[in-house]
């Protein structure tokens, strides 16, 4: 049973985008799992509680990855010299085939789900590979770390290696269901979402054999979505019948409105892709190092967030090489920099308190009252102790959180929470 407790210390969160609210030696009430809100003093009420007193440390709510890929954490940090479409084939698919063989699983698994656990992220929609009993183990493993997770088994049925690609939609579909009907109802913390890789992965009868399973258990969709240029390129030759990307999903009802929905990157959405996003309700993962190191591109972020759409951070690793969203929030903040100085300079850069939204509530918003200590949301909180970061003048809770941010560094965490579980 999940109790009444407090946490005591400096405090930062956000009710919207536009402005950190930090506050000096304050007090989170946390009843159930679920966030009382946030107080200069502690309320009468909750007199005699169990408190967590962290001094001087700063409390943020945790972070939230919308894209990152399991199965690539084996290679992070390896190959980087190609463009997105031949790192995929050269090094992506040789290695998720590897999943095949479940100790190899087991050992790869192991090691991405310590990393998780051990940083900064609370929750986390990752992509595994095409093979069931490999990612209904990854599910395993993040259910045991106190991590909440979506998870989805990966489906693929053409323009991949023989290893790697489905033989037919009819089989991707009955592997789906079998692992579907192994996972749905075993998992208190994490569950699964539906994953084509992306639309030249996926013939049109696997798009309506996922649509249909869909419809069905009224599951969450993943995917990917005008990345790189020769990615948006293939997709028009692959759907002639479709103006743009986002189109090739829409039709399948696989793009928002009733189907939940993140799609990552988003660097080329046309202005009618963006007006779909928007009205569908997408959730855009924003992947800055991704984009940068397989020269994919910047996205908009500014355009995104001036017209009110969901938009949080993901990691893509292995395109990405780090797990931190720490990171993900400075690389955002710079990439948007050379934006506006190369590119366009009618989108001002982001802020740092747009990215620290971006990977807090913003992202959040995916899993439903999360990213914020707002009164009612799930109680997730990370502790950062930044003492061994002396300076000599006196700096602010807010400084002292940006430097944390820029300085991208999981060691400075001394406690994390998920749902008001210390884990």
């Known amino acids: 049973m999940k109790r009444t407790f407090a946490l005591r210390g400096n405090i930062c969160y956000s009710k919207n985008s ?29 007199k005699g509680i169990a408190v967590y007193e962290y001094h001087q440390h700063i409390i943020t709510p945790g972070l939230i990855d919308l894209h990152v890929h399991a199965p690539q954490y084996s290679f992070r940090g390896l190959n980087m010299d190609q463009e997105l479409l031949d790192w995929l084939n050269t090094n992506t698919f040789p290695e998720e085939a590897k999943y095949i063989d479940l100790e190899y ?9 310590h990393d998780l656990a051990c940083g900064a ?50 089989q991707s579909e009955t592997d789906t269901r079998r692992w579907l009907d192994r996972v749905c109802d075993k998992y208190k913390h994490v569950k699964p979402i539906l994953t084509p890789r992306f639309i030249p992965s ?11 399973i869909q419809k069905e258990h009224s599951l969450s969709i993943q995917s990917h979505l005008s990345e790189n240029p020769g990615e948006t390129a293939w997709v028009r030759e692959l759907c002639p019948d479709t103006d743009f990307y986002g189109e090739a999903y829409d039709k399948y009802h696989l793009f928002g409105g009733a189907c939940p929905t993140i799609m990552a ?10 007006a779909l996003m928007k009205e569908r309700g997408v959730f855009i993962a924003h992947c800055p190092q991704s984009n940068t190191n397989l020269s994919s591109g910047i996205a908009p972020v500014r355009t995104y967030l001036d017209n009110h759409m969901h938009i949080g951070l993901g990691s893509d690793v292995a395109g990405g090489f780090t797990t931190s969203i720490f990171r993900a929030m400075a690389d955002a903040i710079q990439v948007s920099k050379l934006r506006w100085r190369l590119s366009d300079d009618s989108l001002k850069p982001l802020t740092i308190d747009e990215a620290f939204y971006l990977g807090t509530k913003g992202g959040g ?23 061994s970061l002396p300076h000599p003048q006196e700096l602010s809770v807010k400084q002292r959180l940006e430097r944390l941010i820029y300085l991208s560094d999981d060691r400075h965490i001394v406690d994390k929470f998920v749902f008001g579980n210390k884990i």
């Open 265 to 274: 990157h988003c660097v080329y959405s046309s202005e009618r892709e963006i």
């Open 365 to 387: 918003a995916f899993f439903g009252e999360v990213g914020s200590f707002e009164k009612g949301f799930e109680l997730d909180a990370l502790v950062l102790d930044d003492s």
């Open 202 to 212: 996926c013939t049109d009868e696997l798009m309506e054999r996922i649509s249909s």
């Open 105 to 113: 699983a087991r050992a790869a698994y192991k090691l991405f789900v």
């Open 121 to 170: 992220t609370t929750r986390a929609a990752v992509f595994a590979t095409l093979h069931v009993e490999a990612t209904e183990l990854l599910m395993d493993l993040l259910e045991e770390s106190g991590i909440r997770a979506l998870v989805g088994k990966v489906n693929m049925d053409r323009n991949s290696p023989m290893d790697l690609c489905e033989v037919s939609a009819a």
């Open 18 to 46: 536009d402005h950190i609210e930090c506050m000096e030696d304050g007090w989170i009430i946390c009843e159930q799992g679920i966030s009382q809100g946030v107080f200069k003093q502690l309320p009468d009420k909750y």
